[in-house]
C-alpha cells in the first residue's frame, strides 16, 4: 500500500519542494534573515553582513528573491543609485520558519 503511494506520488508537487525551491541556494536564507533582524537594508550593507558572498552571488539571489516575490527592491532615482531591499508579505510569512530554524540551532550548536 505505501509503495503504491510512493510510486503515484511525485515530490515535485509538494508543498515542501515549492518551499525548497524557493529559499535553496547557499545566501538565499542569510539574505532572507538579514531582512527579518534589519528591515530595511541597502546592498552594500548586505554585502557587509554577509561577507563571504561575492557581488555576482548576491546580485542574483536578490534578484530570484524578488521574482519569487520574497524581497521587494525599491530603487530611488538619485545620484549615486540607491536601492534598498525588504521583506515582501510573502517574505515576511517564512519568517516563522526560519525563527523555528535559529531556535532548533541555538539549541543544539553546542550538542553534537
Given at each position: 500500500m505505501?509503495?503504491?503511494?510512493i510510486e503515484k506520488s511525485n515530490f515535485e508537487d509538494t508543498g515542501f519542494s515549492y518551499t525548497l525551491s524557493l529559499i535553496s541556494g547557499k545566501y538565499k536564507m542569510v539574505i532572507l534573515y538579514c531582512l527579518m533582524e534589519f528591515g530595511v537594508v541597502?546592498?552594500?550593507?548586505?554585502k557587509r553582513y554577509i561577507k563571504s558572498i561575492s557581488h555576482k552571488t548576491l546580485s542574483h539571489s536578490l534578484k530570484e528573491l524578488e521574482k519569487d516575490n520574497l524581497v521587494i527592491r525599491n530603487e530611488y532615482p538619485q545620484i549615486p543609485p540607491k536601492v534598498e531591499y525588504s521583506l515582501s508579505p510573502k517574505g515576511q510569512s517564512l519568517m516563522e520558519i526560519l525563527d523555528q530554524l535559529c531556535i532548533w540551532g541555538e539549541r543544539y550548536k553546542d550538542h553534537p
Open positions: 505505501i509503495k503504491d503511494y541597502r546592498y552594500n550593507e548586505l
